[in-house]
């Protein structure tokens, strides 16, 4: 069975592994970076970009969750999980993980707008999909071999690039599975490319 790891530092995580199991996988909640060889694949969820930055340095995740990405095992950033991935961050100095050629913005839809929700039609994923906003960041710009998978009032909320993917939304707050599905085949994928 495929092994999916949620990392659990902070944020929405149990929502996560039972999405991840009613997508076919098995959810593993991830508190040490030994744990990342038992998986083949690995969401970043949502919480405080910050506040998990600060958790990956203190239990010194930082060049294991990098080497992951780097080995080709693919990685899912909801919400602070996409602002980990970014090559750059509008106003820090520097950015997190760097795996994903891309600009973003933190909570980019205002204080008015902390938490709404939207029907979106994601490319590959659904034509309808209940997107879940809670002080959600977006994607300003994105790398050529960056793929848009959605956007919502003219900003970039969902994207692929490669093996990594993102939403600025929480796809695990709904009863709606696609968009961890279409993770977990990605997944499956990548498991038959890296065993060739």
Same mark, same amino acid.
């Given at each position: 069975?495929?092994?999916?790891?949620? @990392?659990?530092?902070?944020?929405?995580?149990?929502?996560?592994? *039972?999405?991840?199991?009613?997508?076919?996988?098995?959810?593993?909640?991830?508190?040490?970076?030994?744990? @990342?060889?038992?998986? *083949?694949?690995?969401?970043?969820?949502?919480?405080?970009?910050?506040?998990? +930055?600060?958790?990956? *340095?203190?239990?010194?995740?930082?060049?294991?969750?990098?080497?992951?990405?780097?080995?080709?095992?693919?990685?899912?950033?909801?919400?602070?999980? @996409?602002?980990?991935?970014?090559?750059?961050?509008?106003?820090?100095?520097?950015? =997190?993980?760097?795996? &994903? *050629?891309?600009?973003?913005?933190?909570?980019?839809?205002? +204080?008015?707008?902390?938490?709404?929700?939207?029907? @979106?039609?994601?490319?590959?994923?659904?034509?309808?999909?209940?997107?879940?906003?809670?002080?959600?960041?977006?994607?300003?710009?994105?790398?050529?071999?960056? $793929?848009?998978?959605?956007?919502?009032?003219?900003?970039?909320?969902?994207?692929?690039?490669? =093996?990594?993917?993102?939403?600025?939304?929480?796809? $695990?707050?709904? #009863? #709606? =599975?696609?968009?961890?599905?279409?993770?977990?085949? &990605?997944?499956?994928?990548? &498991?038959?490319?890296?065993?060739?």
């Amino acid at each position: 069975m495929i092994k999916i790891g949620v @990392l659990g530092l902070q944020g929405a995580v149990r929502e996560h592994v *039972d999405s991840i199991q009613a997508s076919g996988a098995e959810g593993i909640i991830i508190k040490k970076k030994e744990q @990342l060889e038992e998986i *083949d694949g690995l969401i970043l969820p949502g919480g405080e970009s910050t506040t998990i +930055r600060r958790l990956i *340095d203190k239990y010194d995740f930082f060049d294991a969750l990098v080497a992951f990405g780097k080995q080709g095992k693919p990685i899912f950033g909801t919400c602070a999980g @996409l602002i980990l991935l970014a090559g750059e961050v509008v106003g820090q100095e520097k950015a =997190h993980l760097q795996l &994903m *050629d891309m600009k973003v913005e933190r909570n980019a839809f205002g +204080r008015q707008k902390e938490s709404f929700e939207a029907e @979106l039609p994601i490319k590959g994923v659904a034509d309808d999909f209940n997107a879940v906003f809670i002080r959600a960041p977006f994607i300003r710009e994105v790398g050529e071999d960056v $793929e848009v998978l959605a956007v919502y009032d003219e900003a970039i909320v969902a994207a692929r690039q490669g =093996h990594f993917l993102c939403s600025a939304f929480h796809p $695990e707050l709904t #009863d #709606d =599975h696609r968009m961890t599905a279409y993770f977990v085949t &990605m997944v499956e994928e990548s &498991m038959k490319e890296l065993a060739s």
